[in-house]
Every structure is written in C-alpha cells, then in structure tokens.
C-alpha cells in the first residue's frame, strides 16, 4: 500500500509547479502520520484504506497550498492539473485551494457526490472501488460523477 500511495502522491507533486518544494515523500509521510491518529479504524478492506487516504492527502495538499499563499501577500497558488486525473474539462490548472473550498461547499449540498470527487482525484480509485467504499452500485457513481463534474466546471471556471 505504502508503494501505491507513494505512486498518486508522486503523481500529484509531478503536476505541481518547478517550485514547489513539496515532496512526494513528504506527502505520502505526511499522510501516514494522520493515518496514525486514526490507528482505531478497523480497516474492512483496500478500498476503505485508499478512501481515508484520499481525503487525508486533499487536506494536506489544501493546507500546503495555503501556506504557499500565506507566506507573502499575494503568494503563489499551488495548482495541480485536473483534467488527467479528474477527468474534468476545465481550464489546464486549477487552483488546489479552489477545488478543496468548492468540495467543502458540494459536500454541504451533496456529502456523497463531494466524496465521490475527492475519491476519483485524491485517491484514484476505480468505479467499482468508489462503489464498494460508498456502498452503492456503479452505475450510481457513474452518474453522480457526472453531476458533480458539471457542478465543479461551473464552479471553478468562475
């Protein structure tokens, strides 16, 4: 697990700009250690695992990124590229603390299709992993996915 993690967080520092000093490594320890704090889950499957890890790895990145703009005035966005790993047609990057907000803002209206975002992005997994962590048929996710798809489009491209 410690090898796939470190293969999507390798993924999304790759995207990130030149100068970024965030590493991959740091990323996926990063995550390890809040996986600490949850080391009472009874973890029922990889599916489970990789959702938990997905959205411990939004939060990092989103609090990375906000310290990036927080170290000047005006400071640097942090963006990574959607379209490859989201699948969103959308603008080539979008603003990582952008995206965190507007899926703080989805998960208040629609906590599952935010989770279903967060679980395709941060934690790359397939249909039917989303389906067996969300409890739902694949054919749910489908086309909640889409829905949601279309509500981020509209929402980031503001």
Known sequence: ??????????????????????????????????????????????????????????????DYARSRQAEKRGGEVCQVEL?????????????????????????????RKSQIVELKFFGGLSVEEKAEVLKVSPRTVKREWSVAQAWLHRELSR
């Open 83 to 111: 379209e490859e790993a989201a699948e969103l047609a959308m603008p080539q990057k979008t603003d990582l603390v952008a995206l965190d907000e507007a899926l703080q803002v989805l998960a208040a209206m629609d906590a």
């Open 1 to 62: 697990m410690h090898k796939e993690l470190h293969r999507l967080a390798h993924r999304y520092m790759a995207r990130e700009r030149r100068h970024v000093t965030l590493q991959s490594t740091a990323l996926v320890n990063e995550v390890y250690l809040r996986l600490l704090d949850c080391s009472r889950v009874g973890w029922q499957n990889r599916a489970q695992f990789f959702a938990l890890s997905a959205q411990l790895m939004r939060r990092v990145l989103a």
